[in-house]
């Protein structure tokens, strides 16, 4: 009893990060792994242009870590993630080209000092609601909240009305569809169907270096690796585990006294906020935005990430982001007739027989292998207990 | 400028005709859908395809015969329209055999799956008829208008899509509630196992009624080219609209699929006088998903016991 | 206005039609505190539907249910079960891929907020509690394990346990016993007359020896209506009873 209850109980709080964080060791090796190629691989081996490449797959895999925890975790699919994606990404080119707009470059204008596709629109005062993008902070805060407020928007109604998991995909499809066109046919506004384009600078620092795209990826890199260890620490928490038992139990949770509507739309806004984060720094790598980057094909596409990854694994979000993306660039231009029927059966291949994506691949295949491997090296040491507890294969959520 | 009242009923006659034209090619996109997604309760995202492969059917056949038998130009629709809902039909029951069988209790998935073969069916468009819009070549007849008064011009086209709506509804329901293929289709949505072991063949019961669905959509498509030419991408036109229509109805109501269709019909006969093309959809869409707030599992939706 | 009574559950002319099948039909039925009610009846009768609406999965068409004199027929599941409601299922119903323990734990009645589960802790308080339920059910060596590799009795005394982990004043049992073997149903005959002890019970069940086992009171529901009421001996004697029922 005593044994149990220090095995189980939250009290060490070191233990009780450990846990959070990491989950196991294998937690901490998988996490290691992708720091080091994310942060020292990567880096010593490719060169800017393909650097920033990498960081511009990195982007989507902020929503692929959105939809690991909304629809791997919570059985929630959405199939409008761009829209999110679209709006962290157009509020960082907002503020961007607010700044490569000063009154100086855009001189030859008919009004000096507004954004270049408003003054082709003939649109002669900045419109009220670009305002509080001159501010970077500002803009910041919208990167952050805007998303979590359109989430909730988006979906409070549909869950408390209890709309089926596929209805539901098929709204947030036709919401990312109402994006595209409402940003289409506000050319004046948003920039329509071009988008946001030449952005320059950031605060005076110039984005297009190679200095900068370097920095940039840096950048990118830690916030994914922030945003991991933060959504391992929400999966970890009963929070996590009532998402994925109302997942699998709608009813049951419910009659356990848990709001179910409530934790849905929480999970639908945190995914919203991750994959906007992924949009903010897609823009400034990229160094424009627009709505084709986030109409229904961008955002089934986010989804296939996810899937090749490994729906339920948050580290696995990020290969397939990098998998699919490197894929697409090497093939599409290769052989784009082509590579759209490996992409069309790559959807189908995942659901008929990997429906864990890479994920499960890894968990059924290689690790058993590794611990073969593992428990030949360490039976010539000498035993240490609290390991052999570690190296049990468990279904853990630490890949 | 005055307008006369005989004028003034004139225009609105011609307006509601032309509404109703809307509202018929809202139904037909929904209907096969109907089928696959309010009674099986399955997804099929490649269902814009299926329209476009009826579409594709009916332009290459009017292409054979205007080469080939100069003769049958004036006739041959009504020879695409049935060798459309074949091959479509067949498509369908191939799809349904190889892929859809396999995930009738994975919905989402179902989802996925099927996009992936839209991707596939589009990229086989474009890589073997063709990237180029082409349009079927239409004959005279079906172009012209009928006079109903000296005012009044109601184009055939138009007269020719009601009666097809309505000749595929009364046939949906008839199949459904009178045929014996349809009454087990029903039977199996409501209780699989049950009509299993009733000794009722249910996967070749879903496998026909996927195929039907497939087949319907495709004799839509096949008229949607007197409207508009087609593409290997003409699918994305079709595919939000088709579901949203379908889920505003209610899932699994007929009936909720003609009151939404007409419901969508008007308001963006409304909204698209007012505004331009993309903003009026904006705002229909935003009022549909308004209305969906309101109206959750559909307007037409009856309480049944779980 | 219903007036207020002291039972712990008072349902007074409670209706509910699905198009236009009037699956319980003005139904009247009152539970004491501390009672343990059975409720009988042939397949069809309305009893699951009953618990459905106590428990508000399903929304009454007319009638009121009050449970210690609070109106809940407008109210939500969650809130339902917050006042002190618990119900288990017909089929076992428990999280598969979470461990015996994490099921145990996910019902504990603390921190069912989104803030709340976010900062939840397994103080030594909690898992004390825990521990306490799996020895209860039998399950206290099985706490690792996957729930999905329990055996079929194991799982609905698992579902037992989270109910007993929510400590809820009136726990409601769908066919608690079926599909276990004779020595688990026993078992669970203890198990649910200790669970009666603290708190009132009802319960759906179609094994009549069972019935007789653990009953103070049964009620026989024939299409949504109430048949008859009273102790094992006065139900089993009633002739309408035994027509509708126990006759075949």
Redesign the interface.
Same mark, same amino acid.
């Given at each position: 009893?005593m044994n149990?209850?220090q095995k189980?109980?939250?009290?060490s709080i070191k233990k009780?990060l450990f846990e959070r964080f990491f989950k196991n060791k294998e937690g901490v090796i998988g996490f290691a792994i992708i720091a080091v190629l994310l942060l020292v691989l990567f880096p010593t081996i490719f060169s800017t242009f393909r650097l920033n490449m990498i960081g511009k797959y990195l982007c989507y895999a902020f929503v692929s870590l959105g939809l690991v925890m909304c629809?791997g975790r919570a059985?929630i699919?959405s199939?409008g993630q761009g829209l999110f994606f679209g709006l962290g990404g157009y509020c960082m080119a907002m503020f961007l080209k607010l700044e490569a707009s000063d009154p100086e470059s855009t001189a030859i204008q008919t009004t000096p000092g507004i954004p270049d596709f408003m003054d082709w629109n003939q649109i002669t005062e900045l419109p009220a609601m670009w305002y509080p993008f001159k501010s970077l902070s500002l803009t910041i805060l919208l990167i952050l909240t805007l998303p979590a407020i359109l989430a909730y928007i988006?979906s409070v109604?549909?869950f408390?009305?209890?709309?089926?998991?596929?209805?539901f995909?098929?709204?947030t499809?036709?919401?990312v569809?109402?994006a595209w066109?409402?940003i289409?046919?506000?050319q004046g506004l948003f920039g329509g169907i071009n988008g946001i384009t030449d952005l320059k600078t950031l605060k005076g620092w110039d984005i297009r270096s190679e200095e900068a795209q370097t920095t940039l990826y840096f950048v990118c890199c830690i916030l994914l690796l922030i945003t991991i260890l933060l959504s391992r620490y929400?999966m970890s928490?009963?929070?996590g585990?009532?998402l994925?038992?109302q997942r699998?139990?709608e009813?049951?949770?419910?009659?356990?006294?848990?709001?179910?509507t409530?934790?849905k739309i929480?999970v639908f806004c945190l995914a919203g906020v991750v994959s906007s984060i992924g949009g903010a720094m897609f823009t400034l790598q990229v160094g424009f935005m627009s709505p084709n980057l986030i109409g229904?094909k961008p955002s089934?596409d986010m989804?296939?990430f996810t899937?090749v990854g490994g729906r339920e694994s948050l580290l696995g979000a990020v290969y397939g982001a990098l998998a699919v993306n490197a894929a697409k660039t090497t093939f599409s231009e290769a052989y784009p007739?082509l590579w759209?029927?490996i992409?069309?059966?790559?959807?189908?291949i995942?659901?008929?027989f990997l429906?864990k994506g890479l994920a499960g691949l890894y968990e059924n295949f290689i690790k058993p292998q590794l611990y073969k491997i593992i428990c030949k090296f360490s039976s010539k040491k000498t035993e240490d207990s609290d390991d052999s507890t570690n190296l049990k294969p468990t279904?853990t959520d630490a890949k | 400028m005055e307008y006369s009242i005989e004028e003034i009923i004139s225009i609105v006659v011609m307006q509601s005709f032309s509404g109703v034209s809307l509202m018929c090619i809202y139904a037909l996109m929904g209907l096969g859908l109907y089928i696959i997604?309010g009674q099986m309760?399955v997804?099929n995202m490649a269902h814009a395809e299926f329209l476009v492969l009826g579409s594709y059917t009916m332009c290459l056949f009017s292409q054979l015969v205007t080469e080939h038998m100069p003769f049958l130009t004036n006739y041959y629709v009504v020879l695409a329209i049935p060798l459309s809902f074949g091959i479509a039909f067949g498509v369908g029951y191939l799809v349904e055999w190889s892929?859809i069988s396999?995930?009738y209790k994975?919905?989402?998935?179902?989802? =996925?799956?099927t996009?992936?073969?839209? /991707?596939?069916m589009?990229?086989s468009f474009?890589?073997f008829i063709g990237a180029r819009e082409t349009s079927a070549t239409l004959p005279e007849w079906l172009l012209g208008s009928w006079s109903a008064t000296d005012t009044i011009d109601i184009p055939v086209s138009g007269l020719v899509l009601l009666g097809l709506t309505i000749l595929l509804t009364l046939g949906l329901i008839f199949y459904t509630k009178k045929t014996r293929m349809g009454l087990r289709m029903q039977a199996t949505t409501q209780n699989r196992e049950m009509t299993g072991a009733l000794g009722i063949n249910t996967k070749m019961t879903d496998r026909f009624s996927f195929a039907i669905a497939c087949g319907i959509s495709g004799i839509a498509g096949a008229f949607f080219t007197t409207m508009a030419s087609t593409s290997p991408s003409a699918g994305?036109n079709y595919?939000?609209d088709s579901? =949203?229509v379908l889920?505003v109805g209610g /899932?699994g109501s007929l009936a909720g699929l003609f009151v939404s269709a007409g419901f969508l019909a008007l308001l963006s006969s409304i909204l698209e006088f007012f505004m331009?093309?993309?903003?009026a959809?904006?705002i229909l869409?935003?009022i549909?998903?308004i209305t969906?707030?309101?109206f959750?599992?559909g307007i037409f939706y009856s309480k049944v016991r779980s | 206005m219903p007036s207020n009574t002291d039972f712990l559950l008072a349902i007074e002319d409670l209706t509910v039609s699905f198009d236009g099948f009037k699956a319980v039909d003005d139904l009247t039925l009152y539970v004491d505190k501390g009672e343990l009610r059975v409720i009988i009846g042939p397949n069809g009768a309305g009893k699951t539907t009953v618990l459905d609406l106590i428990?508000g999965?399903t929304k009454s068409s007319a009638g009121s249910i009050r449970y210690n004199n609070k109106e809940i027929t407008k109210m939500?599941?969650?809130?339902i079960?917050?006042l002190g409601i618990?119900?288990k299922?017909q089929t076992p119903?428990?999280?598969?891929?979470?461990t015996v323990?994490?099921n145990l734990?996910?019902?504990y009645?603390q921190?069912?907020?989104?803030n709340g589960?976010?900062?939840?802790?397994?103080?030594?308080k909690?898992?004390?509690r825990?521990?306490e339920v799996a020895e209860e059910i039998f399950l206290i060596d099985l706490?690792d394990l996957?729930a999905e590799l329990l055996s079929h009795g194991q799982k609905q005394w698992l579902e037992i346990g989270?109910l007993l982990v929510?400590d809820p004043e009136l726990v409601m049992l769908d066919e608690p016993v079926a599909g276990m073997t004779a020595k688990e149903r026993d078992e669970t005959a203890i198990l649910l007359k200790k669970m009666a002890k603290e708190r009132s019970v009802i319960i759906i069940e179609h094994d009549m020896d069972f019935v007789a086992k653990i009953a103070d009171r049964v009620t026989v529901l024939h299409l949504g209506k109430i048949l008859k009421e009273g102790t094992m001996e006065e139900v089993q004697s009633d002739p309408t009873v035994k027509e509708v029922y126990l006759g075949h």
């Open positions: 009893m149990n209850l189980y109980s939250d009290s009780f629809w059985g699919l199939l988006m109604f549909y408390k009305g209890r709309v089926t998991g596929v209805v995909a098929i709204l499809q036709s919401m569809a109402c066109y409402f289409v046919g506000n929400i928490t009963r929070l585990r009532v994925v038992a699998d139990k009813m049951r949770v419910r009659f356990s006294g848990y709001s179910i409530s934790f929480f229904i089934i989804v296939i899937a007739n759209t029927f992409y069309g059966a790559t959807f189908i995942i659901v008929l429906p279904v | 997604f309760g997804i892929l396999r995930l994975r919905p989402l998935d179902t989802l =996925l799956a996009w992936g073969l839209s /991707l596939i589009q990229q474009r890589t994305e595919i939000v579901f =949203l889920v /899932l331009t093309g993309s903003i959809k904006v869409y935003v549909i998903f969906l707030m309101k959750t599992k | 428990s999965k939500r599941e969650h809130e079960v917050r618990g119900r299922f119903s428990i999280y598969d891929k979470l323990f994490e734990e996910i019902s009645p921190g069912r907020s989104i589960s976010l900062g939840f802790k397994r103080t030594d909690v898992v004390k825990i521990l706490l996957e989270m929510q």
